[in-house]
Nanobody, 125 residues
Framework: QVQLVESGGGLVQAGGSLRLSCAAS????????MAWFRRTPGKEREFVAA????????GYADSVKGRFTISRDNGKNTVYLQMNSLKPEDTAVYYC??????????????????WGQGTQVTVSS
């Protein structure tokens, strides 16, 4: 199985940028479809972005489309989430997730078996 560790979170002003990383160990990342989700207190996990095993297919939540970019480097066993034009409503704990059952696993958190511990992103107004 794979272990996932997120990093890159922090405090940023509205309009700023952050790049999150999700480093995988234990198994090669190329066999997993990957995604980013986020959660704020009192809310369900929210889909942010997903990427296929090769990186050729991506998908985004409407709320982040045009501002966030998901990418992966299978040689480095790492998935990234570049976040630009951040807004206070982007404040959340961000999680990466992995699924080995499909080439691209889409938006449902139930499709993903492996999860990281999360990294906090706080956007001040």
């Amino acid at each position: 199985q794979v272990q996932l560790v997120e990093s890159g979170g922090g405090l940023v002003q509205a309009g700023g940028s952050l790049r999150l990383s999700c480093a995988a160990s234990g198994r090669t990342l190329s066999v997993y479809a990957m995604a980013w989700f986020r959660r704020t207190p009192g809310k369900e996990r929210e889909f942010v972005a997903a990427i296929s095993r090769s990186g050729s297919t991506t998908g985004y939540a409407d709320s982040v489309k045009g501002r966030f970019t998901i990418s992966r480097d299978n040689g480095k066993n790492t998935v990234y989430l570049q976040m630009n034009s951040l807004k206070p409503e982007d404040t959340a704990v961000y999680y990466c997730a992995a699924d080995s059952s499909a080439y691209y696993s889409g938006t449902s958190p139930n499709r993903y078996v492996y999860w990281g511990q999360g990294t906090q992103v706080t956007v001040s107004s």
